[in-house]
T-cell receptor, first 113, second 115 residues
Framework: AQTVTQSQPEMSVQEAETVTLSCTYDTSESDYYLFWYKQPPSRQMILVIRQEAYKQQNATENRFSVNFQKAAKSFSLKISDSQLGDAAMYFCAHSQGAQKLVFGQGTRLTINP | GAVVSQHPSRVICKSGTSVKIECRSLDFQATTMFWYRQFPKKSLMLMATSNEGSKATYEQGVEKDKFLINHASLTLSTLTVTSAHPEDSSFYIC???????????FGSGTRLTVV
C-alpha cells in the first residue's frame, strides 16, 4: 500500500532564509509521481512542484526545489529566500500512474519577519 | 491552466436533509475525479474515486449509501451527503486529473455544517 510520511508537524524559518521540509514514502512500484502541494488559509490546494520517478534530475520551480532520493524513498522540499506568502500547510503526495493521490500528514510552515 | 470549479463553497443544512456538492472541470475533460474530506488541521483523506460512466470506487470505511457520487459527464461529478448528521460536518474537496502536463487540479472546497 502507498504511504506518505511527513515527520515535521510544524516548521518555522526567518524571512529570506532557506527551509527544508521532509517527506518519505513507501511504494512497491517503480513508476510513480511525487508532489508537493501548498494549502494557504484559503484552503485552496496549490501545486508547488512535481517529480516523475523515472527522472533522476531533481525538479525545480523558481525558489522551490526537491531532493529526490529514489533508493531511500525520500522527497524533501527546499524553499529558498522564504517569503511571508510562503506561510501555509505543505503536503507531500504520491500517485502511481493516473491513480489516486495519497497525502502525508502535512507540515505547517511559519515565516518569521 | 486546468481549472476545477466546486460549488457551493459553504453550506449549512439541517440534520436529516441531503446536500449536493458539484465539482466541474472547466477547460478539460476529466474521466476521473476524486473526493476528499479534510478535518481541521488534518490532511486530506480520500473518500472515493469517481469514474465517468461507471460506479465510484469508495475507500475502506466510507459509506457509499451515505456519500453518493455521480459522474455523469466528462466535466461534472457530484457528491451527495444523504441524511446528513452533525458528524458529517467537514471540509470536502474534489480533484480532477487533467492533461498530463497539469497533473491533479483541486476545487476550492466546500465547508459543510450540519446543524
Amino acid at each position: 500500500a502507498q504511504t506518505v510520511t511527513q515527520s515535521q508537524p510544524e516548521m518555522s524559518v526567518q524571512e529570506a532564509e532557506t527551509v527544508t521540509l521532509s517527506c518519505t514514502y513507501d511504494t512497491s512500484e517503480s513508476d510513480y509521481y511525487l508532489f508537493w502541494y501548498k494549502q494557504p488559509p484559503s484552503r485552496q490546494m496549490i501545486l508547488v512542484i512535481r517529480q516523475e520517478a523515472y527522472k533522476q534530475q531533481n525538479a525545480t520551480e523558481n525558489r522551490f526545489s526537491v531532493n529526490f532520493q529514489k533508493a531511500a524513498k525520500s522527497f524533501s522540499l527546499k524553499i529558498s529566500d522564504s517569503q511571508l506568502g510562503d506561510a501555509a500547510m505543505y503536503f507531500c503526495a504520491h500517485s502511481q500512474g493516473a491513480q489516486k493521490l495519497v497525502f502525508g500528514q502535512g507540515t505547517r510552515l511559519t515565516i518569521n519577519p | 491552466g486546468a481549472v476545477v470549479s466546486q460549488h457551493p463553497s459553504r453550506v449549512i443544512c439541517k440534520s436529516g436533509t441531503s446536500v449536493k456538492i458539484e465539482c466541474r472541470s472547466l477547460d478539460f475533460q476529466a474521466t476521473t475525479m476524486f473526493w476528499y474530506r479534510q478535518f481541521p488541521k488534518k490532511s486530506l483523506m480520500l473518500m472515493a474515486t469517481s469514474n465517468e460512466g461507471s460506479k465510484a470506487t469508495y475507500e475502506q470505511g466510507v459509506e457509499k449509501d451515505k456519500f453518493l457520487i455521480n459522474h455523469a459527464s466528462l466535466t461534472l461529478s457530484t457528491l451527495t451527503v444523504t441524511s446528513a448528521h452533525p458528524e458529517d460536518s467537514s471540509f470536502y474537496i474534489c480533484s480532477a486529473r487533467g492533461p498530463p502536463s497539469y497533473g491533479y487540479t483541486f476545487g476550492s472546497g466546500t465547508r459543510l455544517t450540519v446543524v
